[in-house]
């Protein structure tokens, strides 16, 4: 099967939507400052910005800005998948999606490339000048290696997406409110702003469930370690992540089928 079709029909779909709504492509773009410096804010008035930058070894409008942006560019790139469901049955297109002859599985696959390009202009907008103006030609470096990670965070992150939202269709119904709750909790647990040598040990163990959270953790070791992460620490998180992600290709793949022959025997209503 040809999916670049698929990939472009997905591409025009997203990529109008954002022309059409300048406002909202303007607050995609201005969320990591506003992340960043409200963060900063808050913190400078209980502590200094340079005993931040003592303990944790990098300097704090850099780490968050970092992290704002792996937030954003993950939850960006996953966030239309575990909606998908939901979004399809209340606008009465899952009728058309199930007789489609392109498998449901496969177009929810394909939904986050187009959120690639965006994830791209966003490291432009936020990364780089920042990375640029404090560390130079090396910041900006270390800011391309950073977009290139939550890329591939947000790609990893898609079977894991698919199982989820699929599952909690199947086990729920397509509940926005309840995704709603989970959805923050998995970002939390990516350990994007919290990083997850802190938390608690159980809840460590289920962050360690979550293959985008291995590149994460892959970000925070180049920001601290100033962009040169040892090559063994750099090998097991990117086999961690991908490794995940693959085991939850079955997964997410029968979750699929599961919901899709749910909706055949009850009878869509459109």
Known sequence: MNVLPLIKSEMLLVYGELLRRRQALFTYVAYP????????????????????????????????????????????????????????????????????????????????????????????????????????????????????????????????????????????????????????????????YYPRVLMPFTIRVISYLLPSSHIVDLTLYTLVGGGTPEVLTVLTMLGLGIALAIAYGPLSYGSTKSLEMKKLREGVKT
């Open 33 to 192: 400052y506003i992340m960043t410096f409200f963060i900063i804010f808050v913190g400078s008035s209980v502590g200094s910005l340079e005993n931040f930058e003592v303990r944790v070894g990098v300097n704090p409008f850099l780490f968050f800005i970092a992290a704002s942006f792996n937030f954003l560019a993950i939850l960006g790139i996953v966030d239309d998948v575990l909606w998908s469901p939901i979004y399809d049955d209340n606008i009465g297109t899952l009728p058309y999606v199930l007789s489609s002859t392109t498998p449901w599985f496969l177009r929810l696959l394909i939904i986050p490339i187009p959120r690639l390009v965006l994830t791209i202009i966003l490291g432009f907008t936020s990364l780089v000048p920042l990375f640029t103006y404090f560390e130079g030609v090396e910041g900006f470096l270390t800011s391309l290696l950073l977009m290139g990670l939550a890329c591939l965070a947000g790609l990893l992150l898609s079977t894991f997406a698919i199982f989820l939202a699929c599952g909690v269709s199947m086990l729920m119904g397509e509940s926005w409110r309840l995704l709603n709750i989970v959805r923050p909790l998995m970002m939390i647990l990516l350990g994007i």
